[in-house]
């Protein structure tokens, strides 16, 4: 199983950006699927975002579509998440997953085998 490790995380103001890492070890980063979800204070996980191993197509919640991308590259075994205009409502930890080999069902979160422990984002108003 890949190991994840997440970075970037920290408080910023409304309005402003941040961008998390999340570093996977291992030789074999390219046939997973990653996903990024996040967990408000006392709220479920959510889906964030998610990028698909064999075309590379990404798909958003709602909620953070237009201002939030993730992008990967395979050969620093990294993928990214660069979150723009940020809202108070975005403040919550932020977990990247991997998926070995599918490419469907990216948003649920129960569909991933290895998990990052987590990076703390803190939006200000």
């Known amino acids: 199983q890949v190991q994840l490790a997440e970075s970037g995380g920290g408080l910023v103001q409304a309005g402003g950006s941040l961008r998390l890492s999340c570093a996977g070890s291992g030789r074999s980063f390219s046939s997973y699927s990653m996903g990024w979800f996040r967990q408000p204070p006392g709220k479920e996980r959510q889906f964030v975002a998610a990028?698909?191993?064999?075309?590379?197509?990404?798909s958003y919640a709602d909620s953070v579509k237009g201002r939030f991308t993730i992008a990967r590259d395979n050969a620093k075994n990294t993928v990214y998440l660069q979150m723009n205009s940020l809202e108070p409502e975005d403040t919550a930890v932020y977990y990247c997953?991997?998926?070995?080999?599918?490419?469907?069902?990216?948003?649920?979160?129960?569909?991933?085998?290895?998990w990052g422990r987590g990076t703390q984002v803190t939006v200000s108003s």
């Open positions: 990028i698909r191993r064999s075309t590379g197509t990404t």
């Open positions: 997953a991997a998926r070995l080999l599918l490419d469907y069902g990216l948003a649920q979160a129960s569909n991933y085998n290895s």
